[in-house]
């Protein structure tokens, strides 16, 4: 089993930046998929990014390909997702998630959640 608990939200002006992070525990974090999802108000949670175990591939929402990114770093435990070009859009409840099967499919695991707002 794993824990999550990510942090680095915040109030954000449009245009501006944010880096969120995500610490797991456990020894295993490397044998992890990991992923970022957001839920924004009113709306059901969506999937925004997602990285391999190694970290050498990355898969993004269309709606953030270009302005975000995903990275993780399997020494520290950590996922990171580096937000740029922000919108009052990218308003949400950010979430980082792990998927112990390695197919993509099976997000077990899930942290708390961190707010972001962006205002315009």
């Known amino acids: 089993q794993v824990q999550l608990v990510e942090s680095g939200g915040g109030l954000v002006q449009a245009g501006g930046s944010l880096r969120l992070s995500c610490a797991a525990s456990?020894?295993?974090?490397?044998?992890?998929?990991m992923g970022w999802f957001r839920q924004r108000p009113g709306k059901e949670r969506e999937f925004v990014a997602r990285i391999n175990r190694s970290g050498g591939s990355t898969y993004y929402a269309d709606s953030v390909k270009g302005r975000f990114a995903i990275s993780r770093d399997n020494i520290k435990n950590t996922v990171y997702l580096q937000m740029n070009s922000l919108k009052p859009e990218d308003t949400a409840i950010y979430y980082c998630a792990a998927d112990p099967s390695g197919t993509y499919s099976y997000f077990d695991y899930w942290g708390q959640g961190t707010q972001v707002t962006v205002s315009s």
């Open positions: 456990g020894r295993i974090f490397s044998s992890y998929i």
